[in-house]
């Protein structure tokens, strides 16, 4: 009982500060500092209940959207993401059905950010989009989220191409959605006609 009152008050606290935060994304950089410490040490804590997880990882993805332009927001939040694709597998399962919808604000919001960089943003949040194919209850929302890279301008710039058509190339093989697979089959269709289209403009 004890444990319980513990983990709603963490839980409380948390959300109340996330929320106050978000009110006040103007001056997110003064509140940053210690939510980011706060949240961090959730997601970096291997006993926090799946419950405190979800809350942080929701929290985070939720003050990315509104803010990752925003040094050193975008970076911290980046170094966030890369670190969870290396949860515990069942923990990251439970976190998938929380997990994807906001990735795929995340990357929404964010898309001109993520997609005009060629390093840590755009790696971690491939790489996180990768690991939640494997579940059922994540692989539709984060190949949907996938897709506005591959869709963008930027994906077939040399830094960017490689990245997209890795990623594409897991949902086509291994989602666990065979639906999913075989959409991943098709953003790699529509990736060579693009390519296609592009070396015909060169060549002209």
């Not at 949860?87 to 795929?104: C, V, W």
């Not at 075989?182 to 006609?193: C, M, Q, T």
Request: charged share 20%; proline share 5%; hydrophobic share 45%.
């Amino acid at each position: 009982a004890e444990q319980k009152v513990k983990e709603e008050r963490e839980i409380n606290g948390l959300e109340l500060a996330l929320a106050v935060a978000i009110l006040n994304s103007d001056r997110i950089s003064l509140l940053w500092p210690p939510l980011f410490q706060r949240l961090q040490a959730m997601l970096d804590n291997p006993r926090s209940s799946p419950r405190v997880l979800a809350t942080a990882a929701q929290g985070l993805l939720r003050l990315g959207s509104k803010a990752m332009h925003q040094p050193p927001i975008g970076s911290d939040v980046a170094a966030a993401v890369g670190k969870l694709q290396f949860l515990d597998e069942n923990k990251l399962k439970g976190l998938a059905p929380t997990l994807a919808p906001h990735l795929r604000l995340l990357v929404k919001c964010n898309l001109e950010n993520i997609s005009s960089q060629c390093g840590d943003d755009l790696i971690s949040v491939v790489a996180l989009l990768k690991k939640l194919a494997a579940f059922p209850s994540s692989a539709p929302t984060a190949l949907d989220a996938l897709s506005l890279l591959v869709l963008h301008r930027s994906a077939l710039s040399p830094s960017h191409f490689g990245v997209c058509c890795e990623a594409v190339g897991e949902f086509a093989s291994r989602a666990a959605d065979a639906t999913v697979g075989g959409k991943g089959v098709d953003y790699l269709y529509a990736l060579h006609l693009r390519v296609c289209c592009w070396r015909r403009q060169e060549a002209a």
